[in-house]
């Protein structure tokens, strides 16, 4: 644990060293939809602007979200299921290309509408690599961190569902084929939001990739959705929180299906590296073809 705690802070030294190399874009891709038309419910106190930027060693990423939206990726050919992606980055920022867009896509390429969450996060400034990282080290200071935001953050993936849900017809999805997913803190917000139990707003199968920061104990809800979740063996960030996950719903009688690879590390995304967890993709696109999710 000792020496995993200083590589998180030498990676976010070189974060903060490398700060001056973020690089603000513009994201293009995808039709922008408000979670909240009525106006958001909730405020953070002293948020800087949002801003979506290249970023050393994260990619494309967008941090500063005070109005959450919805980013939304028709395929060509949709099979009227659907997936809300919601990225990871600690909630100190989203991966918005790697787990994000790029999943959205690849989703798009299997029949699947994809709609790419922009939920709120922690504010931040130009050193948000070095807080990352060092709230990371410190699990104390992450859970103080998140405190204010938890709720917040819980109603931002419950709305994604209820909007899906209720505009099921006008973006040509089926209202019984809606599913939640999450990468590490994306998975956290996925898992929160179940274990709310807040029915109207359950997904009908969650997708946990990588998931971190589940409460302990973890005990899954009546009628849980069934979970497919994925994490690599040497992910010292997010192994041990999978491993409980899926020990809850196995517990609970409910479905699961756990892929743990080898080797890959902690936020690999659609990021090809030549190791294991390349292969997570195609065991997804089994377990939704075998539960006929890709069907028309």
Not at 18 to 37: F, H, I, N, Y
Not at 111 to 121: E, I, K, N, S
Not at 125 to 152: S, T, Y
Not at 226 to 233: H, I, Q, R
Request: some cysteine; glycine content about 10%.
């Amino acid at each position: 644990m000792r020496n995993f705690s200083r590589r998180l802070v030498l990676i976010g030294s070189l974060g903060l060293l490398l700060a001056g190399c973020a690089k603000t874009v513009t994201l293009s891709d995808g039709t922008s939809v408000p979670l909240w038309p009525q106006g958001v419910p909730g405020a953070i106190a002293d948020m800087p602007p949002e801003v979506t930027e290249d970023r050393i060693p994260f990619g494309t990423i967008t941090r500063n979200v005070s109005t959450p939206s919805l980013l939304v990726f028709q395929p060509a050919k949709p099979n009227g299921t659907s997936v809300i992606v919601a990225p990871g980055g600690g909630f100190h920022m989203l991966s918005i290309e790697n787990e994000g867009i790029a999943v959205a896509k690849w989703l798009n390429s299997l029949g699947v509408t994809a709609f790419v969450l922009r939920y709120r996060l922690i504010p931040t400034g130009e050193d948000v690599a070095i807080k990352l990282f060092q709230r990371i080290a410190k699990r104390d200071e992450m859970v103080a961190a998140l405190a204010p935001l938890r709720p917040l953050v819980i109603a931002d993936g419950q709305q994604a569902v209820r909007h899906v849900r209720e505009k099921a017809a006008t973006y040509g999805v089926k209202p019984d084929r809606i599913g939640l997913m999450g990468f590490s803190a994306g998975g956290a917000l996925a898992v929160w939001s179940i274990l709310s139990q807040d029915k109207p707003s359950r997904p009908d199968f969650v997708l946990a990739i990588y998931p971190g920061l589940l409460p302990d104990p973890l005990q899954a809800p009546a009628g849980a959705p069934p979970l497919f979740t994925v994490v690599a063996g040497d992910d010292t960030i997010s192994v041990k929180d999978t491993d409980r996950l899926a020990a809850a719903w196995r517990a609970a009688g409910l479905e699961v299906e756990q892929a743990t690879y080898p080797a890959g590390g902690h936020g690999f995304g659609m990021k090809q590296q030549g190791k294991p967890t390349d292969a997570w993709t195609a065991r997804l696109q089994q377990w939704l073809d075998a539960k006929g999710l890709l069907s028309k």
